[in-house]
């Protein structure tokens, strides 16, 4: 296998890769001024495109635009906007979106059909146009290709994240070198009012729209698809990836092993956003994996880890920091999966403390020492739930956050 | 149609109906001496039984005893414990489950194969079967069918509940008379360490257990079903119920005519129960109605409603007494049923609020007066959600509560 280098510290990962340039302005989406709200991608080159969207069937204007763009298969630029979704907005917002394009593809001069809208924010509301041309033309004289450049537009696209999302990984392999940067932003798995998580990534690979596109649903359904703050999906979600090839050093990727490569890479970024989506969680306060083993089908795996990790029972004792086996394993009962309790088994932190359908020993008999063990694991702020099913071979991996007061409060006291 | 007469106030329900006792006991299950934690319901002639089981693929040993028993199809005794979940407890819980059976059996003279079994508590601990014994002894001296026999097993089935179920109602109609008595508990549908929603109906119409039923599955579809705290299925639920036809003025209902009467009053009492088990929500402060409607399927209109419902964006929302329209409309859209944004209308407490892909004019005009109209209607403590399809005729409902501050200290705050 070639060297994967990730890229470590603050890397402005999104102008990474050759040819990407990026730029980000304010211009009163948002309320505070000191913050950024609209951004550009851009490559001065034409790129493959490749996006997975929504299945929300409340889709935002942007989207159903940018559905268009990516069917065509090539792109050049990003425009998005924080603050305002351009969500539920009717036929003004579908308007709005293609204005968008058009106003970035007419600074930059380019054809508006190779220009990806995205926006993210409130809903219901209907775009303030002027505010948005003006961000547009601010953001496309900041253009630029260094490192404040690519942490700009991380910053541009967050609404109520705490922190900017990047990442980034070189590969470094003779005539297979290329560079995969990305941004994310998402604090609720998804506050529709805040609508919603977004991802961008760049990469200066040759790779043909085909194998970009199976790449980009391979590495989503391995990052953003197992991720879950809250079981709400959005109406803005969005993860777009454009491939310019302008890596001096990159043959064509097409032989299956270059192939793995890259996914391997991608797959690299892609995951470590969606782990950053999770700890950024609204209200989190731990960082929970939810690996589900052995079991009949992948089906049946996926179905455990998702009821585990949306259960507000499971999330909620977690935050308190209480090792509640019932909750789990009950939510593994119910989750529609087939489940054998006197072969199930769960580990957390890799300690046993259910086996063959009941508590192990040490619980059933109030052992001190056993309990004190598992408090202390129960106060780390990573936590790993294993659910082996002894069904069969296959597995699947959750993240969550827990539930806590903070985000009640975030979700409650919000007001529309 | 007969007139069906809704039993107001504390009525010991569940020993309304001719023929039918109820004995209750405190035998140190629970930890607080002032609480009941065992209970007997009995029938001295032979009933027709029916009974709807949790789906949970976790279910607790005395769910698998009397999944037996009610394949069979009679049954004259139930007996319930709280404290204890029986849940989780391997080989040995499953032969003192049926031992519940043998000694209540024994004690009243009859068949073990005729008791039903049930438990709720936590979960994950062996039974204390010498409290068990002494307990389901107390229990059957206390046997009667005064008001405070009803009440008194009302009360030892509780665990978290703050406030007793019952539900009766009278059917008089000359030689259709007869009475139909529930009891539940559940204040987290379900919080499965705290195993879980039960509830016992006792009838003394004559009717076969084939159209008992039926009739019981109809009954719980339409109430137990369409009822979700926090979306978690327990290892424990049950509905049971038993018909002695002990009724002098009931002929036997087997006509199209009488099965619906049975229906209909049958339908009020598990509905009556179903929505104050969402009223003693755990940490509730709102009872919410969702209502979809003009549906193109049956399941589409569930999924919706079971969606939005389920949605701690939508609850969470409701606490803060937000009329927060996206999380509704964004929770629907990701239901997975059909949906057309541009048909779609949203209602709460009947008021219009969105429609045909947009908020109303007032809302994006913001205004005030209708602003204040709607801050009125969220501060009610019963908020109705109207979701108007535009594509059908199938509707569904689904209640629910909201997600509070309590919700969390009481889940959270819970140690194992």
Known sequence: MPEINAIKGPTGAIVMPEGFQAGAAYCGLKEDITSLDMGIIFSTSMCEAAAVFTKNKIAAAPIKFSQKIINRGNANAIVINSGNANACTGEKGNKDAEDMAKITADLLNINYQNVIVASTGIIGHPMEMDKVRSGIEMAAKDLGSDIPNGSNIANAIK????????????????????????????????????????CFITTDAKISREYLNSCLQISTNRSFNRITVD???????????????????????SSEKDIQVFQNALD???????KKIIEDGEGATKFIQID????????????????????????????????????????????????????LRLFINKILIYSKGTPVPELINNDET???????????????????????????????????????????EYHT
């Open 370 to 412: 056993f309990h004190v063990m598992l408090q202390n694991e129960m106060q780390k702020k990573e936590i790993t739930i294993s659910l082996q099913l002894g069904l069969g071979a296959e597995s699947s991996t959750m993240w969550t956050c827990d539930f806590s007061h903070e985000y009640i409060t975030i979700n409650a």
């Open 159 to 198: 609404t109520t994240d705490k922190f900017i999302k990047e990442a980034a990984v070189k590969v470094n392999n003779g005539d297979l070198s290329f560079t995969i940067g990305g941004i994310a932003k998402g604090s609720g798995m998804i506050s529709p009012d805040m609508a919603t998580m977004l």
């Open 268 to 274: 690299y970024v892609t995951l470590t956003l969606a």
């Open 292 to 343: 589900v083993l052995e079991a009949e089908s992948q089906d049946d795996a996926d179905k455990i880890a998702r009821a585990v990790a949306n259960s507000p029972l499971v999330k909620t004792a977690i935050n308190g920091e209480d090792y509640n086996w019932g909750r789990i394993v009950s939510a593994a009962g119910y989750s529609g999966a087939q489940i054998d309790e006197n072969r």
């Open 231 to 253: 079981g709400h999906t959005s109406t803005n979600d969005m993860v777009a990836i454009l491939a310019n090839g302008a890596s001096m050093q990159c043959k064509q990727i």
